[in-house]
């Protein structure tokens, strides 16, 4: 069983910066798995934010995030990360961290594997 958890959400100020952590137990190698990060804004369907290919290889960025947001990867630690800075209030969401065999995906239905979220909120 693949189980997949955030955390490093928060409350942030506008130009601000967050790191979240995705970070996988049971003996998930997420070497294997492309990984991907998705958000979730009050009243708002779920959208695609970055993903990571197998072991690293590809990232991929939503255009509202590009030059923004960093997706990385520590294959020792198992976790996989979101650099977030230049915080922008639109950014406020529930963020949730996904995996699934095979390639980098941009579609929610592409993935398996969900965390249960980390809130991160964005003041003006």
């Known amino acids: 069983q693949v189980q997949l958890v955030e955390s490093g959400g928060g409350l942030v100020q506008a130009g601000g910066s967050l790191r979240l952590s995705c970070a996988t137990s049971?003996?998930?190698?997420?070497?294997?798995?492309?990984m991907g990060w998705f958000r979730q804004a009050p009243g708002k369907d779920r959208e695609f934010v970055a993903a990571?290919?197998?072991?690293?290889?590809?990232?991929y960025y939503a255009d509202s995030v590009k030059g923004r947001f960093t997706i990385s990867g520590d294959y020792g630690k198992n976790t996989v990360y979101l650099q977030m800075n230049s915080l922008k209030p639109e950014d406020t969401a529930v963020y949730y961290c996904?995996?699934?065999?095979?390639?980098?995906?941009?579609?929610?239905?592409?993935?398996?594997?969900w965390g249960q979220g980390t809130q991160v909120t964005v003041s003006s």
């Open positions: 049971g003996g998930t190698i997420i070497g294997l798995f492309a």
């Open positions: 996904a995996a699934r065999f095979g390639t980098a995906a941009e579609l929610m239905g592409d993935y398996k594997y």
């Open positions: 990571l290919g197998l072991s690293g290889g590809s990232t």
